[in-house]
Protein backbone atom coordinates (compact mmCIF):
# COMPACT_ATOMS: atom_id res chain seq x y z
CA UNK A 1 0.00 0.00 0.00
CA UNK A 2 1.32 3.20 -1.10
CA UNK A 3 2.34 5.97 2.07
CA UNK A 4 0.59 9.35 1.75
CA UNK A 5 0.45 12.49 3.22
CA UNK A 6 -2.48 12.46 5.72
CA UNK A 7 -3.98 13.69 9.20
CA UNK A 8 -4.94 10.56 11.06
CA UNK A 9 -8.47 10.16 12.49
CA UNK A 10 -8.34 9.89 15.93
CA UNK A 11 -11.71 9.53 16.57
CA UNK A 12 -14.72 8.31 14.78
CA UNK A 13 -18.29 10.14 15.01
CA UNK A 14 -21.50 8.16 14.86
CA UNK A 15 -24.73 8.93 13.77
CA UNK A 16 -26.98 6.80 16.06
CA UNK A 17 -29.91 5.34 15.82
CA UNK A 18 -31.89 8.35 14.76
CA UNK A 19 -31.20 12.46 14.85
CA UNK A 20 -34.81 13.56 16.38
CA UNK A 21 -35.00 13.71 20.03
CA UNK A 22 -38.45 12.49 20.74
CA UNK A 23 -37.70 9.47 18.93
CA UNK A 24 -34.21 8.99 20.65
CA UNK A 25 -36.06 9.22 24.20
CA UNK A 26 -38.67 6.58 22.94
CA UNK A 27 -35.70 4.20 21.82
CA UNK A 28 -33.61 4.93 25.48
CA UNK A 29 -36.63 3.39 27.47
CA UNK A 30 -37.55 0.61 24.90
CA UNK A 31 -33.89 -0.67 25.03
CA UNK A 32 -33.55 0.11 28.61
CA UNK A 33 -36.95 -1.54 29.47
CA UNK A 34 -35.24 -4.83 27.33
CA UNK A 35 -32.16 -4.43 28.70
CA UNK A 36 -32.95 -4.33 32.20
CA UNK A 37 -35.26 -7.24 32.46
CA UNK A 38 -33.66 -10.02 30.13
CA UNK A 39 -29.84 -9.22 31.67
CA UNK A 40 -31.22 -10.42 35.16
CA UNK A 41 -32.73 -13.19 33.10
CA UNK A 42 -29.28 -14.35 31.72
CA UNK A 43 -27.78 -14.17 35.07
CA UNK A 44 -30.12 -16.50 36.34
CA UNK A 45 -29.46 -19.04 34.35
CA UNK A 46 -26.63 -18.99 34.83
CA UNK A 47 -26.35 -19.31 38.60
CA UNK A 48 -29.65 -21.74 38.55
CA UNK A 49 -26.90 -24.19 36.51
CA UNK A 50 -24.00 -23.77 38.72
CA UNK A 51 -26.29 -24.14 42.00
CA UNK A 52 -28.54 -26.79 41.19
CA UNK A 53 -26.97 -30.10 41.28
CA UNK A 54 -29.48 -31.77 38.97
CA UNK A 55 -28.27 -29.69 36.21
CA UNK A 56 -24.74 -31.14 36.02
CA UNK A 57 -25.21 -32.73 32.04
CA UNK A 58 -22.73 -31.53 29.00
CA UNK A 59 -26.09 -29.89 27.49
CA UNK A 60 -27.19 -27.34 30.80
CA UNK A 61 -22.38 -26.34 30.99
CA UNK A 62 -22.79 -24.80 27.69
CA UNK A 63 -26.47 -23.47 27.71
CA UNK A 64 -24.44 -21.71 30.75
CA UNK A 65 -21.39 -20.52 28.58
CA UNK A 66 -24.01 -19.33 26.09
CA UNK A 67 -25.84 -17.26 28.91
CA UNK A 68 -22.12 -15.92 29.74
CA UNK A 69 -21.35 -14.96 25.75
CA UNK A 70 -24.31 -13.53 24.90
CA UNK A 71 -24.56 -11.27 28.04
CA UNK A 72 -21.20 -9.86 27.05
CA UNK A 73 -22.03 -10.08 23.81
CA UNK A 74 -24.76 -7.71 24.03
CA UNK A 75 -22.68 -5.40 26.64
CA UNK A 76 -19.94 -4.55 23.72
CA UNK A 77 -22.57 -1.68 22.11
CA UNK A 78 -25.65 -1.97 24.55
CA UNK A 79 -24.31 0.67 27.33
CA UNK A 80 -22.72 2.45 24.92
CA UNK A 81 -25.87 3.07 22.57
CA UNK A 82 -28.08 3.83 26.00
CA UNK A 83 -25.89 6.60 27.22
CA UNK A 84 -25.33 8.03 23.11
CA UNK A 85 -28.98 8.93 23.31
CA UNK A 86 -28.24 11.40 25.61
CA UNK A 87 -25.40 12.87 23.32
CA UNK A 88 -25.65 15.19 21.23
CA UNK A 89 -22.34 14.76 19.42
CA UNK A 90 -21.72 10.63 19.68
CA UNK A 91 -18.02 10.44 19.74
CA UNK A 92 -15.97 7.06 19.70
CA UNK A 93 -12.16 7.05 19.56
CA UNK A 94 -9.59 5.62 17.29
CA UNK A 95 -8.34 2.71 20.38
CA UNK A 96 -11.88 2.33 21.54
CA UNK A 97 -13.54 1.81 18.44
CA UNK A 98 -11.19 -1.07 16.97
CA UNK A 99 -11.59 -2.69 20.79
CA UNK A 100 -14.95 -2.59 20.32
CA UNK A 101 -14.65 -4.18 17.09
CA UNK A 102 -12.47 -6.83 18.59
CA UNK A 103 -14.93 -7.81 21.04
CA UNK A 104 -17.69 -8.05 18.27
CA UNK A 105 -16.05 -10.47 16.45
CA UNK A 106 -14.52 -12.53 19.27
CA UNK A 107 -17.59 -13.12 21.30
CA UNK A 108 -19.87 -13.24 18.03
CA UNK A 109 -17.37 -16.16 16.57
CA UNK A 110 -17.09 -17.97 20.03
CA UNK A 111 -20.92 -18.41 19.69
CA UNK A 112 -21.18 -19.21 16.48
CA UNK A 113 -18.30 -22.21 17.48
CA UNK A 114 -20.00 -23.03 20.87
CA UNK A 115 -23.56 -23.56 18.51
CA UNK A 116 -21.41 -26.10 16.49
CA UNK A 117 -20.26 -27.75 19.65
CA UNK A 118 -23.96 -27.84 21.41
CA UNK A 119 -25.25 -29.25 17.82
CA UNK A 120 -22.51 -32.42 18.53
CA UNK A 121 -23.69 -32.60 21.73
CA UNK A 122 -27.28 -33.54 20.89
CA UNK A 123 -25.69 -35.82 18.21
CA UNK A 124 -23.95 -37.55 20.74
CA UNK A 125 -27.17 -37.46 23.16
CA UNK A 126 -29.52 -38.90 20.28
CA UNK A 127 -27.60 -40.97 18.54
CA UNK A 128 -24.98 -42.61 20.83
CA UNK A 129 -27.20 -42.55 23.95
CA UNK A 130 -25.38 -45.37 26.01
CA UNK A 131 -22.27 -43.76 25.32
CA UNK A 132 -22.76 -40.06 25.77
CA UNK A 133 -21.90 -39.55 29.07
CA UNK A 134 -18.28 -41.07 28.39
CA UNK A 135 -18.12 -38.43 24.58
CA UNK A 136 -18.96 -35.80 26.34
CA UNK A 137 -17.34 -36.02 29.37
CA UNK A 138 -16.25 -33.30 31.46
CA UNK A 139 -12.48 -32.72 29.78
CA UNK A 140 -14.18 -32.70 26.63
CA UNK A 141 -16.54 -30.15 27.14
CA UNK A 142 -13.83 -27.47 28.70
CA UNK A 143 -11.54 -28.45 25.71
CA UNK A 144 -14.29 -27.43 23.34
CA UNK A 145 -15.49 -24.43 24.92
CA UNK A 146 -11.64 -23.17 24.80
CA UNK A 147 -11.22 -24.20 21.33
CA UNK A 148 -14.46 -22.38 20.63
CA UNK A 149 -13.23 -19.17 22.47
CA UNK A 150 -9.66 -19.58 20.77
CA UNK A 151 -11.35 -19.83 17.28
CA UNK A 152 -13.10 -16.68 18.11
CA UNK A 153 -10.25 -15.01 18.98
CA UNK A 154 -8.17 -15.73 15.68
CA UNK A 155 -11.07 -14.73 13.91
CA UNK A 156 -11.02 -11.79 15.73
CA UNK A 157 -7.26 -10.99 15.54
CA UNK A 158 -7.48 -11.44 11.55
CA UNK A 159 -10.40 -8.47 11.31
CA UNK A 160 -8.28 -6.23 13.65
CA UNK A 161 -5.22 -6.84 11.78
CA UNK A 162 -6.77 -5.76 8.57
CA UNK A 163 -8.46 -2.89 9.96
CA UNK A 164 -5.47 -1.33 11.48
CA UNK A 165 -3.65 -0.87 9.04
CA UNK A 166 -5.85 0.83 6.69
CA UNK A 167 -5.44 4.31 5.99
CA UNK A 168 -7.85 7.23 7.65
CA UNK A 169 -7.81 10.76 6.73
CA UNK A 170 -11.36 11.61 6.78
CA UNK A 171 -14.32 12.17 6.53
CA UNK A 172 -14.46 10.10 10.16
CA UNK A 173 -18.53 9.64 10.43
CA UNK A 174 -19.68 6.07 10.77
CA UNK A 175 -23.16 5.48 9.86
CA UNK A 176 -24.01 3.28 13.25
CA UNK A 177 -24.39 3.73 16.48
CA UNK A 178 -21.37 1.39 16.98
CA UNK A 179 -18.26 0.63 14.91
CA UNK A 180 -17.68 -2.37 13.01
CA UNK A 181 -15.89 -3.78 9.88
CA UNK A 182 -18.71 -2.93 7.34
CA UNK A 183 -18.87 0.64 8.67
CA UNK A 184 -15.02 1.19 9.27
CA UNK A 185 -13.84 0.17 6.31
CA UNK A 186 -15.92 2.49 3.81
CA UNK A 187 -14.20 5.52 5.10
CA UNK A 188 -10.85 4.22 4.16
CA UNK A 189 -8.40 6.59 2.20
CA UNK A 190 -7.64 3.88 0.03
CA UNK A 191 -9.08 0.75 -1.97
CA UNK A 192 -10.24 -2.02 0.30
CA UNK A 193 -11.14 -4.51 -2.31
CA UNK A 194 -8.72 -7.17 -0.93
CA UNK A 195 -9.50 -6.62 2.42
CA UNK A 196 -13.15 -6.75 1.79
CA UNK A 197 -12.85 -10.43 0.01
CA UNK A 198 -11.24 -11.68 3.06
CA UNK A 199 -13.61 -10.26 5.86
CA UNK A 200 -16.21 -11.56 3.22
CA UNK A 201 -14.40 -14.66 3.37
CA UNK A 202 -13.88 -15.27 6.83
CA UNK A 203 -17.36 -13.88 8.65
CA UNK A 204 -19.55 -14.03 6.02
CA UNK A 205 -18.83 -17.63 4.51
CA UNK A 206 -17.97 -19.22 7.26
CA UNK A 207 -21.72 -17.81 8.60
CA UNK A 208 -23.25 -19.02 5.70
CA UNK A 209 -21.11 -22.83 5.86
CA UNK A 210 -21.79 -22.97 9.53
CA UNK A 211 -25.55 -22.21 9.31
CA UNK A 212 -26.05 -24.33 6.56
CA UNK A 213 -24.10 -27.45 8.13
CA UNK A 214 -25.93 -26.92 11.46
CA UNK A 215 -29.63 -27.31 10.01
CA UNK A 216 -28.76 -30.24 8.08
CA UNK A 217 -27.14 -31.72 11.36
CA UNK A 218 -30.31 -30.57 13.39
CA UNK A 219 -32.60 -31.90 10.52
CA UNK A 220 -31.11 -35.11 10.40
CA UNK A 221 -31.18 -35.45 14.27
CA UNK A 222 -34.95 -34.66 14.20
CA UNK A 223 -35.65 -37.34 11.36
CA UNK A 224 -33.76 -39.62 13.76
CA UNK A 225 -36.23 -38.80 16.69
CA UNK A 226 -39.14 -39.18 14.54
CA UNK A 227 -38.55 -42.78 13.95
CA UNK A 228 -38.36 -43.17 17.79
CA UNK A 229 -41.88 -43.29 18.24
CA UNK A 230 -42.12 -45.71 21.31
CA UNK A 231 -39.76 -43.31 23.47
CA UNK A 232 -42.88 -41.24 24.25
CA UNK A 233 -41.52 -38.21 26.75
CA UNK A 234 -37.46 -38.57 25.97
CA UNK A 235 -38.59 -38.46 22.54
CA UNK A 236 -40.17 -35.61 23.21
CA UNK A 237 -37.78 -33.89 25.28
CA UNK A 238 -35.46 -34.11 22.77
CA UNK A 239 -37.39 -32.59 20.47
CA UNK A 240 -38.24 -29.72 21.55
CA UNK A 241 -34.53 -29.19 22.38
CA UNK A 242 -33.54 -29.25 19.03
CA UNK A 243 -36.00 -26.93 17.72
CA UNK A 244 -34.57 -24.41 20.74
CA UNK A 245 -31.20 -25.25 19.23
CA UNK A 246 -32.60 -24.56 16.06
CA UNK A 247 -34.20 -21.00 16.64
CA UNK A 248 -31.59 -19.52 18.77
CA UNK A 249 -29.08 -21.18 15.27
CA UNK A 250 -31.25 -18.93 12.75
CA UNK A 251 -31.51 -16.11 15.31
CA UNK A 252 -27.98 -15.88 15.55
CA UNK A 253 -26.64 -16.47 12.20
CA UNK A 254 -29.60 -15.16 9.74
CA UNK A 255 -28.77 -11.05 10.80
CA UNK A 256 -25.13 -12.80 10.55
CA UNK A 257 -25.01 -13.42 6.93
CA UNK A 258 -27.30 -10.66 6.30
CA UNK A 259 -24.56 -8.51 7.39
CA UNK A 260 -21.26 -10.00 6.20
CA UNK A 261 -21.74 -12.34 3.26
CA UNK A 262 -22.27 -9.52 0.87
CA UNK A 263 -20.31 -5.94 -0.29
CA UNK A 264 -20.51 -3.76 2.97
CA UNK A 265 -22.31 -1.50 0.90
CA UNK A 266 -25.21 0.63 2.89
CA UNK A 267 -28.73 -0.46 2.90
CA UNK A 268 -31.62 0.94 4.66
CA UNK A 269 -32.28 -2.00 7.00
CA UNK A 270 -28.73 -2.20 8.40
CA UNK A 271 -29.12 -0.43 11.33
CA UNK A 272 -32.70 -2.24 12.33
CA UNK A 273 -30.80 -5.84 11.46
CA UNK A 274 -27.37 -4.68 13.67
CA UNK A 275 -29.61 -3.44 16.79
CA UNK A 276 -31.12 -7.22 16.65
CA UNK A 277 -27.79 -9.12 15.66
CA UNK A 278 -26.26 -6.70 18.63
CA UNK A 279 -28.67 -6.41 21.06
CA UNK A 280 -31.87 -7.99 21.78
CA UNK A 281 -31.50 -11.62 20.15
CA UNK A 282 -28.28 -12.61 21.83
CA UNK A 283 -30.28 -11.82 25.30
CA UNK A 284 -33.28 -13.36 23.80
CA UNK A 285 -31.08 -16.72 22.97
CA UNK A 286 -30.84 -18.15 26.49
CA UNK A 287 -34.53 -17.21 27.51
CA UNK A 288 -35.51 -19.11 24.22
CA UNK A 289 -33.89 -22.01 24.96
CA UNK A 290 -34.95 -22.23 28.45
CA UNK A 291 -38.78 -21.70 27.85
CA UNK A 292 -38.81 -24.93 26.48
CA UNK A 293 -36.77 -26.93 29.12
CA UNK A 294 -38.66 -27.69 32.28
CA UNK A 295 -35.83 -28.98 34.20
CA UNK A 296 -34.19 -25.75 33.97
CA UNK A 297 -37.48 -23.64 34.38
CA UNK A 298 -37.96 -26.11 37.84
CA UNK A 299 -34.36 -25.19 39.10
CA UNK A 300 -35.17 -21.58 38.70
CA UNK A 301 -38.54 -21.36 40.41
CA UNK A 302 -36.67 -23.39 43.46
CA UNK A 303 -33.72 -21.08 43.15
CA UNK A 304 -35.91 -18.08 43.55
CA UNK A 305 -38.70 -19.32 46.14
CA UNK A 306 -35.31 -20.76 47.96
CA UNK A 307 -33.61 -17.07 48.58
CA UNK A 308 -36.56 -14.92 48.78
CA UNK A 309 -37.87 -17.11 51.40
CA UNK A 310 -34.19 -16.86 53.17
CA UNK A 311 -34.93 -12.81 52.61
CA UNK A 312 -37.96 -12.86 54.32
CA UNK A 313 -37.20 -14.73 57.14
Known sequence: ???????????????????????QLVLFAIFLSFYLFILPGNILIICTIRLDPH???????????????DIWYSSITAPKMLIDFFVERKIISFGGCIAQLFFLHFVGASEMFLLTVMAFDRYAAICRPLHYAT????????ILVAFSWMGGFIHSIIQVALIVRLPFCGPNELDSYFCDITQVVRIACASTFPEELVMIFSSGLISVVCFIALLMSYAFLLAMLKKLTGSGENTNRAMSTCYSHITIVVLMFGPSIYIYARPFDSFSLDKVVSVFHTVIFPLLNPIIYTLRNKEVKTAMRKLVTKYILCKEK
Do not use: D, H, W
Not at 2 to 20: M, R, W
Not at 60 to 68: C, G, K, P, S, V
Not at 137 to 142: A, E, G, P, Q
Open 55 to 69: LTSPMYFLLANLAFL
Open 135 to 142: IMNRRLCY
Open 1 to 23: MATANYTKVTEFVLTGLSQTREV
